[in-house]
């Protein structure tokens, strides 16, 4: 089955101790999104790739960066990890921006 | 601005009742409209969408949903609720900006 799959599920990082997250798409989707979902929120988009060109929002901390090698691959890095991103990692997929986006399990960020 | 309201913070029904969730939307065009659900520790999984036509849209797991412009709502219904519909289930709008917006969320009980 087509899918979309987050490594690991579960991350547990240092107090700003490099980590990356990765996800990967079986769906040969030419978007993906990464969002940051806080307990008992709604997910909040951070940043998306349309094939290799990167679109970052606007209140997105300096400190998340991304990295698409190819189709299929997308990177999250998080170069110094507070508390404060302690969240639910969820990546996305979609064939266009006007379409509908296919979530990840997520990954389970926690920061000591 | 744009937004996607859902009023209905926590909802407890008993298991073989009917469901409701409201969701309404604030755009100045009919945006796609998307209903998620989200089990605990999980991601997001499609229940069904709106893009255009049929105003009643039926989606996986017994879901169902009604575009109503007037009200500009898309209320989701299911007729007889399952001890494990119980999950997060989310409200959004993807409009010309092509950006997904969400609802807060709604969380449903299901007592036996």
């Known amino acids: 089955d087509a899918m979309v799959i987050q490594n690991p599920r579960y991350q547990v990082t240092q107090f700003g101790k490099p980590v990356t997250l990765s996800c990967s798409q079986t769906?040969?989707?030419?978007?993906m999104y990464w969002y940051q979902q806080k307990s008992s929120q709604a997910p909040k988009l951070l940043f998306h790739?349309?094939?290799?060109?990167?679109?970052n929002e606007a209140d997105t901390p300096d400190n998340f960066q991304s990295r698409r090698p190819n189709t299929s691959f997308c990177f999250l890095d998080i170069r110094s990890p507070g508390l404060g991103d302690a969240a639910m990692y969820l990546c996305?997929?979609?064939?266009?921006?006007?379409?509908?986006?296919?979530f990840g399990p997520g990954t389970r960020l926690t920061v000591l | 601005a744009q937004s996607v309201t859902q009023p209905d913070i926590h909802i407890t029904v008993s298991e073989g009742a009917s469901l409701e969730l409201r969701c309404n939307y604030s755009?100045?065009?009919?945006?796609?409209l998307f209903w998620y659900v989200q089990s605990p520790g999980q991601g997001l999984q499609l229940l069904l969408k709106?893009?255009?036509?049929?105003?009643l849209v039926q989606g996986i797991k017994g879901f169902e949903a009604e575009f109503k412009r007037s009200q500009s709502s898309f209320n989701l219904r299911k007729p007889s609720v399952h001890w494990s519909d119980a999950a997060e289930y989310f409200c959004?709008?993807?409009?010309?900006?092509?950006?997904?917006?969400f609802g807060t969320g709604t969380r449903l009980t299901v007592i036996p």
């Open positions: 996305a997929t979609s064939s266009r921006r006007t379409d509908t986006q296919y």
């Open positions: 769906l040969n989707h030419n978007v």
């Open positions: 790739y349309y094939d290799k060109d990167f679109n």
């Open positions: 755009y100045g065009a009919t945006p796609y």
């Open positions: 709106y893009f255009s036509g049929d105003t």
């Open positions: 959004a709008a993807l409009t010309g900006a092509n950006n997904l917006f």
